[in-house]
């Protein structure tokens, strides 16, 4: 992720249009050694840098969604793009 609060909007956008209820996870942001924690209820969405990445941990973006039965899983990654 280069930009975290672009992100953050995206994120926004798609649980409005999806209808999704809860996501949490983490993003790896580029130039930063601490990964940053993502939750969001609804449309509250909460960001903080936890801790540094482990050496053996893959730096990536993983989230977790929550929601209605039927979710478009697939339109969901295209739109974070993840």
Known sequence: IDNPKEFCKSVSEVINKHDILRLKGFMAVNGKPLRMTI???????????DRVFKSAENRETKLVVIGEKGMKQGSIKKALKI
Do not use: D, M, S
């Open 39 to 49: 939750q969001a209820v609804g449309p509250r969405i909460e960001t903080y840098f």
